[in-house]
């Protein structure tokens, strides 16, 4: 069964970067560099994310001897989600989490 | 005595494996790669395109630093990422006779006395018993092992147990007909591993499924060799003449850890390894079969000069053969390896028989 839990500050900072340009395609890396997220937290707030279809995911052509990359994006679910946020009103609260396992 | 050339012969197959295939794909990718590859192994079939997504970022970090860190989380979340499916119970199955192995152990200790030298053993015994709940658990999630490797470790299991005539007191001091040595350290291993490779379509499904089969069976067989001895003590058919009740019990849980947790899931993964190879040689049956991620479609061009769509990233290089592709060092090694361990068995059955 699908719980749909309050976002955490985690979760929030994340839909909050994919959300500053919606129409770009970002990266993991990029993401977890942005907000400052190891991977071990991104990934499966990515995956929470896709699985309650507020991202979209897309793969990126492999250049040269490297593999294609995935890409991401919010859904227009996940744009509605993020404009009823609370915290986007205070986005600056939510733009350095704080690096929990709990949050994992 | 055998568990030297048993052992010896593994090493052999896995340095001469290893070193051959460094020559056929040329210098291994760093460690964070690998165990990454490893990792997302594990995943479920719905979760292996994020798999891959961790992969093909990985790809593009720089940085010995860097690719370390990222890699570590992703491997933290490929080894928890639910679900878990029908793993989740064989896991817990093999946890509670793991522990109720223990538990045995540890009623054998307080009721016939064994002090605490018994707890050395007892400590050894659960080393070996935790291990192989985290061995279990990680090959049970990798997809399409569980089903395959635990029928295995049923029949490995109890052809253990049909070798001793389904008695307790054979059970504790192994009397074997003679024909059960071959039986038990050649043949059954080698039809799991066989049957495994069919099963699964390569050989690593078939060396997967003799390594799951021998961890399952071996922890199953411990706990009826502790049972037996917990039931029998130190009566049943004397073994050792002139001993005390308490040294006869701790002998006979020491040969229970030597028999049933190393020496059965070693030549059962050993020879069911062999045979896997073997036979996938023979069935001309890819060495790995895994799943290529990630699909041809959808493809987003980041780069507007970027046209063309890239082969597929594969996970695992499917290994261009089996045995032909060694080199012929390796082959004469091995054969002189399984030559030893003929001898040694065909030696060990001439002295009971």
Same mark, same amino acid.
């Given at each position: ?13 994340? %839909?909050?970067? %994919? ?22 937290? %991104? ?12 991202? !979209? ?22 744009? !509605?989600?993020?404009?009823? %946020? ?16 709990? !949050?994992? | ?89 064989? @896991? ?133 060799? /502790?049972?037996? @001895? ?48 073997? /036979? ?11 799943? /290529? ?39 004469? @090694? ?20």
């Amino acid at each position: 069964m699908q719980r749909n839990r309050p976002p955490s500050a985690q979760t929030i900072s994340v %839909l909050l970067a %994919l959300a500053a340009d919606p129409a770009q395609w970002r990266y993991g890396y990029d993401l977890a560099t942005q907000v400052q997220l190891k991977s071990g937290s %991104l990934y499966p707030i990515l995956v929470r994310l896709a699985d309650r279809g507020l991202l !979209e995911t897309a793969w990126e052509q492999g250049q040269g001897s490297r593999p294609p990359r995935h890409l991401y994006r919010l859904t227009s679910a996940g744009r !509605e989600f993020v404009a009823a %946020l609370p915290a986007v009103r205070h986005p600056q609260t939510a733009a350095r989490p704080h690096n929990r396992l709990s !949050e994992a | 005595m055998l568990l030297i050339p048993m052992m010896l012969l593994g090493i052999a197959v896995a340095l001469f494996r290893r070193s051959s295939q460094a020559v056929v794909y040329g210098p291994r990718p760093d460690v964070p790669l690998q165990l990454l590859r490893w990792a997302t192994g594990l995943l479920s079939e719905q979760r292996a395109e994020w798999g891959q997504a961790m992969l093909g970022e990985l790809a593009h970090i720089e940085g010995r630093a860097r690719r370390w860190s990222f890699a570590i989380g992703c491997i933290g979340t490929a080894l928890l990422l639910p679900p878990w499916g029908r793993t989740a119970g064989a @896991v817990v199955a093999i946890i509670a006779v793991a522990v109720g192995s223990l538990g045995l152990y540890a009623s054998v200790i307080i009721r016939y006395r064994l002090g605490a030298s018994s707890l050395i053993g007892a400590s050894i015994a659960a080393t070996f018993l935790l291990s192989f709940v985290v061995a279990a658990g990680v090959a049970l999630r990798r997809r399409g092992a569980a089903v395959p490797g635990l029928l295995g470790g049923l029949v490995v299991a109890l052809a253990w147990v049909a070798a001793s005539g389904f008695t307790f007191s054979n059970m504790i001091l192994r009397v074997w007909p003679a024909w059960a040595l071959p039986l038990l350290f050649i043949v059954v291993p080698a039809a799991v591993g066989g049957l495994g490779t069919l099963w699964g379509g390569s050989a690593a499904a078939g060396r997967r499924t003799a390594r799951l089969a021998g961890i399952s069976a071996g922890v199953g067989v411990y706990l009826y060799g /502790t049972l037996a @001895v917990a039931v029998f003590g130190a009566g049943g058919l004397p073994d050792d003449s002139g001993f005390s009740a308490t040294y006869t019990i701790n002998d006979r849980l020491g040969n229970n850890l030597t028999f049933y947790l190393a020496l059965l899931p070693l030549v059962t993964a050993t020879f069911g390894w062999s045979a896997a190879t073997l /036979t996938a040689r023979i069935k001309h049956l890819p060495d790995h079969a895994d799943a /290529t991620y990630p699909p041809a479609a959808p493809y987003v061009s980041m780069t507007p000069s970027s046209a063309a769509l890239s082969m597929p990233y594969d996970v695992e290089p499917a290994i261009v053969s089996g045995v032909a592709a060694w080199p012929r060092s390796a082959r004469v @090694v091995l054969v002189s390896a399984a030559v030893v361990v003929i001898l040694a068995l065909g030696f060990a059955t001439g002295l009971r028989g």
